[in-house]
């Protein structure tokens, strides 16, 4: 069935880098944009980054921007998420979803499919 | 950037009610606006796209309108299952934003 999951989450020390996976499988990878977003500890929904269908584009909220980088290898049909010059505030539960069209938006149906969640803990 | 306020924050309500939940944007954004749910300790669930298409599997007790810069999701008799925090998130940009979230909980 159609599936990702996340993997590489840990406990880490301020300033230290982590990358993150996402492992897809019941679908061509390759057709479908990708996002991470991530979930603070009681907290709502935060966007951190995009990546098209081909890698050609990507996009990155402003709190991640010039720190974290996204990825994708599509034979190997995984997404990853490379973390750097880490926070206590980047602490959270990192999910990895998939958007079908990222652009034009009419082409886009939203994020359909979505990860368990991997954490991160920042301390 | 684009900002989505939610409103409510909270919502108290019963089995069988009509719950309206508004998400107003900062700068218009056509129809392109989903709504997610999410369930404790669980991944969001698109609801819908496109300010008012039904996502598949998707109970039709739930609807969404609205375009530009004001937009609504309806659940018509709520169920126990609908308990949950919603919210609303946009695409009209490279970037995406999420709303804050609405928690809709039992009275």
């Known amino acids: 069935q159609v599936q990702l999951v996340e993997s590489g989450g840990g406990v880490v020390q301020p300033g230290r880098s982590l990358r993150l996976s996402c492992a897809a499988s019941?679908?061509?990878?390759?057709?479908?944009?990708m996002h991470w977003v991530r979930q603070a500890p009681g907290k709502g929904l935060e966007w951190v980054a995009i990546?098209?269908?081909?890698?050609?584009?990507?996009y990155y909220g402003d709190s991640v921007k010039g720190r974290f980088i996204i990825s994708r290898d599509n034979s190997k049909n995984t997404l990853y998420l490379q973390m750097n010059s880490l926070r206590v505030d980047d602490t959270a539960v990192y999910y990895c979803?998939?958007?079908?069209?990222?652009?034009?938006?009419?082409?886009?149906?939203?994020?359909?499919?979505w990860g368990q969640g991997t954490t991160v803990t920042v301390s | 950037d684009i900002q989505l306020t939610q409103s409510p924050s909270t919502l108290s309500a019963s089995v069988g009610d009509r719950v309206i939940i508004t998400c107003r944007a900062s700068h218009s954004l056509g129809t392109y606006l989903a709504w997610y749910q999410q369930k404790p300790e669980k991944a969001p669930n698109l609801l819908i796209y496109?300010?008012?298409t039904l996502q598949s599997g998707v109970p039709s007790r739930f609807s969404g309108s609205g375009s530009g810069t004001e937009f609504t999701l309806t659940i018509s008799g709520l169920q126990p299952d609908d308990f949950a925090t919603y919210y609303c998130q946009e695409y009209n940009s490279y970037s995406r934003t999420f709303g804050q979230g609405t928690k809709v909980e039992i009275e």
């Open positions: 019941g679908f061509t990878f390759g057709n479908y944009g």
């Open positions: 496109k300010a008012s």
């Open positions: 990546i098209w269908y081909d890698g050609s584009n990507e």
């Open positions: 979803a998939r958007e079908g069209p990222v652009w034009p938006p009419a082409l886009s149906v939203g994020m359909d499919v």
